[in-house]
């Protein structure tokens, strides 16, 4: 009608582009817009003032010139106008699509990304998401394009993480200024980030001079250990350097192993200079630098590793180490590293015990300890760098501050001092403190006691040992008896007050001074409580055990004005009543009752009768019995099949990992769950006992093989419905005893 045209482009799965062409009288043509009415146009679409504009516009074009601009749209109209208004400023890569976008990206970077929101499959904000979960793209700056002008459209898009929010119809003169603009942000906030990340490093560097000059401290709080953390940084360093490890692994191994000594800070200095044999109690106090060092460190962030370095140095490959008793690839590599660095430079040095060793010694005590204390594979690297000549005295190396680091000492100094007010009171807790059991030590408790004699404090000293307590390490392992012990440590401080000090003097031998408690009737009901309650708790633990709990007490100022001889009577004390019964508690001023014996009645045979039947607390069942005892009723028993001509089944029941290390509580678990499993399905004339941590024996009378293997097989599965656990199984071993011809391997240490 008016002589115009209409084509139209069309792309499956893309859309159609339709192109109007619609002629006008010359008298309608309007006149080219003058820059002011531009501006205008301009300000009205985008709410700004002309000359809030025209600032922009006095931005210089020189400095971006050429910057790589992506535009993203699938209108080939839109693209052909933004490529024409901006190519004179920017080099222009325009895309029709978030795929060719993403594709473009996977071999270039560009400076800033013109992105439509509306596309068809992979839409702009998509596209969007995709950027931000790439390392790579997720810092370029991104400018959205869309005809939805609507707030909320503009602030998904800002929640997304794009730069800047462009709506159509778009003015090139605003588009090229706000592209300028969000260029300058972007490279000011990468500056600033290059510029954080100098200071950050320098600060980080002065920090660990700052955290070096503790770890020298602490070197030198031991005569042997002078440079010692230095020396071992370089050694672990050398040996990361053998492994092909890395270059920054290897750069931060250094300062891990430089700072893996430093919870020695906790370490009382009378330990370090002592000359003599260092007691049980001292070297658990030594033991304590791994987990205060860890617990100095784990703020530290700029070391990897740096904590666990500290916590897991003095971890065994076998799990015989400490403190967590890890094993083999679940210590952490840089400890197994540092591991073989300390004992080296142990050995090349010389100690109060000994003479520094030699080099073939020193490759025979590695190569004697491969798989046991030191990780195989690491030691047999070592063991060749020292048969290559390996050099045992290398120069010490020192972290030097430049100058470009002293702006930065007040800053790492507060770290330090940060690390000195939060660590006093450990350090100070750690000097007093037994470190299994968290009582006050020996050395505390006989200056406390002092110190409240010298100012005429009436009081009662207790020496409180627990019976039997070799029995318990020696069939259920050291990590039961350290179970019995913290309990033991946990019900004494339930037992007293505030005002009263409880400590432990070593091994099952413990201390409490009762301030200001000279009654005797108190006294005797305060022991008989911590008797009882000692007893409970210790039988709940370990039913199988026959613990038991006796006190010597001695008062103060009658049976001694000063901590010597107020200890030496209550010890006296104690020793009287280990002589007469145990499991009870005995007063010092009882002088006569020492000189006692127990009394004794003559009973007729129905009274023992009576009492004999009265100890067997369950004839339900197979009859469990304590080791000791066990012995003594299977030497019966081997008497009794020689004469009656019977035949005797032996079962060995064991408990056995599937997969890796089981704790002492699942252990426990399991061993109880078997327990009663044996006694449930057994008769009352059959024998039981518990033969180690891991491992039951039971005697089945008057029985063949096969009826024991069809018994072994009942208690294994009522095993089963008692206790679940993937991670360990029940296994057993049988055998006959018979007359005339007893041998029996099991037992041959009975």
């Known amino acids: 009608m008016m002589g115009g045209k209409i084509n139209v482009e069309s792309r499956f799965g893309q859309g159609s582009i339709f192109m109007v062409n619609i002629p006008q009288k010359i008298s309608k043509i309007s006149a080219p817009m003058t820059e002011k009415e531009i501006m205008d146009t301009a300000s009205n679409l985008f709410g700004r003032k002309e000359n809030n504009l025209q600032e922009e516009t006095n931005i210089s074009f020189e400095k971006y010139k050429g910057k790589k601009i992506l535009v993203v749209d699938d209108n080939k109209l839109n693209l052909s106008v933004i490529k024409d208004s901006l190519s004179d400023s920017f080099n222009i890569i325009p895309v029709n699509s978030g795929f060719m976008a993403i594709k473009y990206l996977q071999k270039k970077i560009p400076d800033l990304i013109l992105l439509d929101i509306n596309m068809p499959l992979l839409d702009g904000k998509e596209t969007l998401s995709l950027l931000k979960g790439n390392e790579q793209w997720k810092k370029i700056p991104v400018m959205f394009l869309t005809s939805d002008s609507s707030p909320q459209t503009e602030a998904d898009c800002l929640a997304l993480g794009a ?16 592209i300028l603009r969000i260029l300058e942000l972007h490279d000011l906030r990468t500056d600033l980030e290059h510029q954080l990340s100098i200071k950050t490093k320098q600060l980080e560097r002065a920090s660990l001079n700052s955290i070096m000059v503790i770890a020298n401290i602490i070197d030198s709080k031991d005569k042997f250990a002078s440079g010692h953390s230095v020396r071992v940084a370089l050694y672990a360093e050398s040996i990361a350097l053998k492994m092909g490890l890395p270059k920054h692994e290897i750069q931060n191994l250094h300062f891990i192993a430089l700072l893996h000594d430093i919870g020695k800070i906790a370490v009382p200095d009378s330990i370090f200079t002592k000359s003599a044999k260092l007691t049980t109690d001292e070297y658990d106090v030594i033991k304590t630098h791994t987990v205060i060092g860890a617990e100095i460190l784990k703020d530290i962030k700029l070391i990897p590793g740096v904590a666990e370095g500290s916590l897991y140095h003095h971890e065994h490959y076998d799990g015989t180490g400490y403190p967590q008793v890890l094993k083999g690839d679940n210590i952490p590599l840089a400890a197994r590293i540092i591991s073989i660095a300390d004992a080296y430079d142990s050995m090349t040095s010389d100690r109060v015990y000994r003479n520094k060793m030699n080099t073939a ?163 005797s009901m305060i022991a008989k409580k911590i008797i009882n309650t000692l007893n409970d708790n210790l039988s709940k633990i370990l039913p199988e055990a026959t613990t038991s709990v006796s006190m010597g007490i001695a008062l ?101 990992s599937v997969s890796g290390y089981i704790s002492s509580e699942i252990e426990d678990e399991a061993m109880t769950a078997l327990k009663n499993a044996i006694v449930t399905s057994l008769r009352s004339a059959d024998v039981t006992t518990r033969y180690s941590s891991v491992q039951h024996i039971v ?9 024991g293997k069809k018994v072994a097989e009942r208690i294994i599965n009522t095993y089963n419905t008692l206790y679940s656990n993937n991670k360990i199984k029940i296994t057993y071993d049988i055998e006959s005893i018979e007359p005339k011809n007893f041998e029996n391997k099991h037992l041959e240490d009975f």
């Not at 730069?163 to 706000?178: A, E, W």
């Not at 499991?583 to 003559?602: E, V």
């Open 163 to 178: 730069d800047d929010f462009i709506p159509k119809p778009f003015v090139p003169i605003v588009m090229k200024n706000r």
């Open 361 to 523: 010694e020193i490759i025979a005590e590695f190569e004697r300890c491969l798989g046991t204390q030191f990780d195989p594979e690491i030691g047999e690297i070592f063991v060749s760098m020292l048969k290559e000549g390996f050099n045992a005295s290398p120069e010490l190396k020192t972290i030097t501050v430049t100058s470009d680091e002293n702006n930065f000492m007040e800053e790492s100094n507060m770290l330090l001092n940060k690390v000195i007010s939060e660590f006093t009171s450990t350090i100070k807790k750690t000097a007093t403190t037994d470190a299994l059991t968290k009582l006050y030590n020996r050395s505390f408790m006989e200056e406390k006691i002092s110190e409240l004699l010298r100012h005429s404090h009436k009081g009662a000293l207790f020496i409180v040992d627990m019976d039997n307590f070799k029995f318990v390490n020696d069939n259920f392992g050291h990590i039961m008896g350290d179970k019995i012990l913290k309990t033991f440590a946990s019900t004494l401080l339930e037992c007293i007050s505030e005002s009263d000090y409880a400590g432990r003097l070593g091994g099952d031998e413990f201390i409490i001074f009762f301030d200001n408690i000279s009654s005797y009737q108190i006294l």
């Open 556 to 656: 103060a100022p009658d049976d001694g004005a000063d901590y010597l001889t107020l200890y030496k009577n209550a010890d006296r004390a104690l020793y009287y009543i280990k002589e007469n019964g145990k499991n009870s508690f005995h007063f010092f001023r009882d002088r006569n009752a020492s000189k006692k014996k127990p009394s004794s009645k003559n009973a007729d045979i129905a009274t023992v009768h009576h009492i004999l039947d009265g100890t067997v607390k369950d004839k339900n069942g197979a009859y469990n019995v304590l080791y000791a005892d066990f012995q003594k009723i299977y030497s019966f028993i081997s008497r009794y099949v020689d004469r009656k001509y019977s035949v005797v089944q032996i079962i060995l029941f064991t408990l056995q």
């Open 699 to 707: 005697v089945l009378m008057d029985s063949n093989i096969e009826n």
